[in-house]
């Protein structure tokens, strides 16, 4: 992923996916990602302890988390030296009372679907009319056939993909992954 030119790379360790890895493998792997790309754990409603003692072990500098995690929870990893990722459905990005949504969108946010890591796409419309204020990502059933449109007309600061670069699921494709990246970058000559 590092050599096709991703920005960030990540490790899931939330329990019951089947991309699930040991902290000591990806110790070994983020060793050799250079210092510029972005090295992030996924977490999902974890104890925010093991959280922290996972993504230390494994030597990750930012934590994804897509489950019901408080902004609490963000501004002590954030205290704990590490970059955060909050996962937003879209359905909870959607029921968020408007002072919620501002507390934030002081953050930097993932849109996602509803079932995230499961290659799913949502209608985006509404971002269309009303995105988020602050630096969001983009997320959710995104492949390299649907991702230049969607960086065109939504204009994320990021984008994000799982599924949608593997040949079965579990299993990345260093062809697809090239070809995402390739296409996600078609959009930034085009954007100046
Ligand atoms: O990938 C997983 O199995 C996973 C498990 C638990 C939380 C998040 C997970 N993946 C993240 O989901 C989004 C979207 O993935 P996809 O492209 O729709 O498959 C992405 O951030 C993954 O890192």
Do not use: C, M
């Amino acid at each position: 992923a590092v050599a096709a030119g991703a920005n960030a790379v990540g490790f899931v360790f939330a329990p019951g996916s089947p991309r699930t890895v040991d902290p000591e493998l990806v110790k070994a792997l983020v060793t050799r990602v250079p210092e510029d790309v972005e090295t992030v754990g996924v977490f999902r409603n974890q104890p925010l302890d093991q959280v922290i003692d996972i993504a230390r072990r494994a030597g990750v500098g930012t934590v994804q988390l897509h489950g019901d995690e408080a902004y609490s929870d963000v501004q002590e990893l954030h205290g704990q030296g590490f970059a955060t990722l909050r996962a937003l459905s879209i359905d909870a990005y959607r029921a968020l009372a408007e002072a919620e949504r501002e507390l934030w969108e002081t953050e930097r946010i993932l849109l996602d679907a509803v079932e995230p890591g499961a290659g799913v796409t949502f209608d985006a419309s509404e971002l269309l009319a009303a995105p988020p204020v602050g630096t969001w990502i983009l997320a959710g059933g995104l492949n390299p056939g649907n991702v230049a449109h969607l960086v065109e007309t939504l204009h994320p600061a990021g984008v994000d993909v799982s599924s949608g670069v593997e040949s079965s699921r579990g299993t990345k494709d260093i062809g697809l992954i090239k070809a995402f990246i390739a296409a996600a970058r078609s959009t930034e000559a085009t954007a100046e």
